[in-house]
């Protein structure tokens, strides 16, 4: 495999130490159970519903003998169904490759072959479309009576914080894409770090625009579910056009939302003003007085994560420097 792993974090954490991001999303569990966790469109799963059914995958993982430092494929679209994937993938003690199904046949090929992962995760509609692969293929829709026998409660593993919790692949704009494995010491600091930044709370609602493959995903997803926030998933159309973004983000009250600059931009320059339910503070170094004339998003600081794996080589964009990042 072609890989680079980030130099670990050493910061001090505020909450019981050596438990990985899973464990911290079960003791969330218990917190609020009857949270809602995350919702697309017209799909919500509460804590404990979400809970149950990644306990299911990773038991039926399990099963297969995916365990620790074995790597998880996961092909699919942002959705209900995918975070409870990558959930079920964390609880297996495994970690997890996620590759999207919109990408050219060649690269989803280049990273299965690379990454070796001996199971891959999707849906029935993506089968045809994937290119030649040697993992053991599980649909959770059309498997999901046979996942759906397995236990609904919490599973063990051997997993640690120095072993492997995800691999992204870099865009490969310079040569091949490489593999970069993240632990989950790595993963906790940054939410951590996100956390106390952000004041991450059970009343927030924050937002999942980034693509499955691309590292900002784990912005939007860990940090919030091991707070207690309520996830909503943005449809792919939406995403696109910023006056449909800016009025969905109206409608949901969203208070946490990390967007790409230019889409950023686009929001802020549409002339409706609504009522700011967070501090924004950060805002005016990124984009100037122009927020504060034109929109005042609901939420919190947004910026742009600028380099592949940013959350773990602690590259960030500018309007973000002055929040006493920790030195990796």
């Known amino acids: 495999m072609n890989f680079y792993t980030p130099v670990n974090s050493q910061i001090n954490l505020t909450q019981p130490k050596n438990q990985c991001i899973h464990q911290l999303f079960e003791a969330q569990v218990e917190r609020t159970p009857g949270a809602v966790a995350v919702v697309f469109e017209h799909e919500s799963f509460t804590y404990h519903q979400l809970n149950s059914r990644a306990n299911k ?124 494995l993240i632990e989950h010491r790595g993963l906790l600091n940054l939410v951590k770090w996100h956390q106390r930044t952000f004041a991450v709370s059970p009343k927030d609602r924050a937002t999942m625009l980034a693509g499955p493959a691309f590292d900002a995903s784990v912005w939007e997803l860990w940090p919030n579910l091991t707070a207690g926030a309520t996830i909503h998933i943005v449809n792919e159309q939406t995403r696109r056009e910023s006056l449909l973004l800016r009025d969905w983000l109206v409608k949901n009250a969203i208070t946490i939302s990390f967007l790409p600059t230019p889409l950023a931009e686009s929001i802020f320059s549409r002339p409706k003003t609504f009522v700011s339910q967070r501090k924004n503070e950060g805002l005016g170094r990124c984009f100037g007085h122009r927020v504060e004339r034109s929109l005042t998003l609901a939420g919190e600081l947004i910026y742009n994560p600028i380099a592949q794996n940013a959350d773990d080589t602690g590259i960030l964009a500018d309007c973000i420097q002055s929040a006493r990042m920790p030195q990796w």
């Open 57 to 180: 995958i990773a038991h039926y993982l399990q099963a297969l003998g995916v365990s620790s430092e074995m790597l998880v494929g996961i092909c699919m679209e942002r959705s209900v169904s995918m975070v409870v994937g990558l959930l079920g993938i964390l609880k297996a003690g495994a970690a997890y490759v996620p590759l999207d199904p919109a990408y050219p046949g060649e690269r989803l090929a280049f990273m299965l072959e690379d990454s070796q992962a001996t199971v891959l995760l999707t849906l029935a509609e993506h089968i045809d479309k994937l290119p030649l692969h040697s993992a053991r293929v599980v649909c959770l829709d059309s498997d999901w009576s046979e996942i759906a026998q397995h236990s609904s409660e919490n599973p063990t593993s051997e997993v640690t914080l120095d072993n492997l919790v995800y691999t992204i692949y870099t865009s490969g704009s310079t040569g091949k894409p490489k593999g970069v």
